[in-house]
């Protein structure tokens, strides 16, 4: 992916949560965003989902484009784009009334118009990439966490979208669980996909992230390869992070 | 002594359940006190019912039953979409229908159904020459039980949580979209309980279209009460008639609820 941000700032009533963002992706398959709770990086990436409007809204300051292509903010126009890509969350992704089999079957059929029989075989090989065949008549209640965020990370990759965006997507889960998720999630990197996700798994986005940007107090503060935000912070809120939570 | 417990004790494990035969001996318990204290009643004031009289009318009764089941069945039918509509015209972002859908509940609620079912018979259905009171009274019992409807299934939104719908969202669904496929199949499930409850009220309250002379179950029920002057055997009729169509929708809203019940 070739991503370019230019002069992105949000603000939610008077609390501006990110500052005047400016930020060059060139040529990654994965980025991490990581930082501090409450730092923005969360709104960064609904932003760039086409889930939330940046200042100004359709006549923002803000430009956002992708390889080249330039985001329009208009409900319609970010109507169309959320159809090209996926957007899996920290939790309560699924719908609760339908089974697994239906829920990766709705966007097929009901965004992207393939026949019934076609949306079936295509939810069903899902299901058996991630060995939950078996579980495919049940609702997201019987599954466990770690299932369910794998369902929906299939739900999203289902659609083939442009790129796929995970917001925490393993922090409602126990160990176990994440490991499974993130294993997941490294095997979509492997198929050349492109993602960009937020994490606080720093192992994670070290061995799996082309490019780590560090966000903190809507700002970016540091972006580069992981060796090098990590082992080398330039900045003392970076440095003070990492030792607090690689400390254990 | 234990098994006299099982008969009057809920097991203290809530997940045991309650066997059928107490189910069934407690609920003859309590049905046969109501009918000790009626018969009581009765022979206080020295009534004595005259069964025979009423025999004749049977068919009188089994039709305006029958019409009470058509307008129970028509009204269902029509409020519900009506109920559907107003709920998500309160959330529209065209204020005029927003606005519009909040005030007809409240007039309608505000208001007691025999003055509605007055005015709009005699009124508009005259304005507009609706003059068939059947088809009429199954209107306006619709728009009386559709504000109600409107409530509850603005309730059941509401509890499907925002979560849902930035998901639904976040996959690509319109705003039509994710109504029709997660928003109201959820809420339409939250809301069962107390729709199966106005469904009920709404039986009750189509007898008020007795007023604009409808042939409906109480109608029919006082004609052959003043017919035969055998009031209370027509009114026993009356009680039990209303049962048949009763309980058997409360037993199927509890099907229906124990069939689309899932883990959230």
Known sequence: MRLSIKNLNKTYGIHQVLRDISLEIEDARCVALIGPSGSGKSTLLRILAGLELPDGAERTSASISWDGIPMTFSEEALFQYRRNVGTVFQSCNLFPHITALQNIELPLKVVHGQSPSAARKEAMDQLARLGLEAHAGKRPGQLSGGQRQRVAIARAIAVRPRVLFLDEPTSALDPEMKAEVLGMVEEIKNERRDLILVTHEMHFARSVADQIVFVAEGQILQKGLPQEVMDSPAHDICRNFFARVLKY | ?264
């Open chain 2, 1 to 264: 002594m234990d098994s006299i417990r099982h008969w009057f004790l809920a097991p203290r494990d809530p997940a045991e359940s309650i066997p059928f035969s107490a189910k069934v001996a407690n609920v003859l318990l309590v049905l046969t006190g109501v009918a000790i204290v009626f018969i009581l009643a009765f022979r206080a004031q020295e009534i004595s019912l005259n069964w025979a009289a009423i025999q004749d009318y049977w068919w009188l009764f089994a039709s305006a039953l029958g019409n009470t089941l058509i307008i129970s069945v028509g009204t269902l039918l029509l409020s519900l979409p009506i109920g559907v509509l107003g709920a998500l015209s309160q959330r529209s972002y065209f204020l005029p229908l927003r606005y519009g859908a909040k005030t007809y509940v409240e007039l309608i609620r505000g208001t007691p159904l025999i003055a509605q079912i007055l005015l709009f018979y005699y009124v508009l259905g005259s304005a507009v020459r609706l003059d068939n009171a059947f088809i009429a009274g199954i209107i306006i019992l619709s728009i009386f039980n559709g504000a109600y409807i409107t409530e509850i299934i603005r309730g059941g939104i509401d509890t499907v949580g925002q979560t849902q719908m930035e998901s639904a969202r976040a996959i690509g669904l319109t705003t039509f979209q994710a109504y029709r496929y997660v928003i109201l199949p959820q809420a339409l499930r939250h809301s069962l309980p107390s729709l199966a409850g106005q469904f009920v009220s709404m039986v009750k309250d189509s007898s008020l279209l007795s007023t604009i002379a409808v042939a409906e179950f109480t109608f029919q029920c006082r004609q052959a009460a003043n017919i035969t002057y055998s009031t209370f055997e027509c009114f026993f009729v009356m009680t039990v008639g209303y049962l048949i169509i009763t309980l058997p929708l409360s037993a199927l809203a509890r099907w229906l609820e124990r069939r689309m019940v899932y883990e959230t």
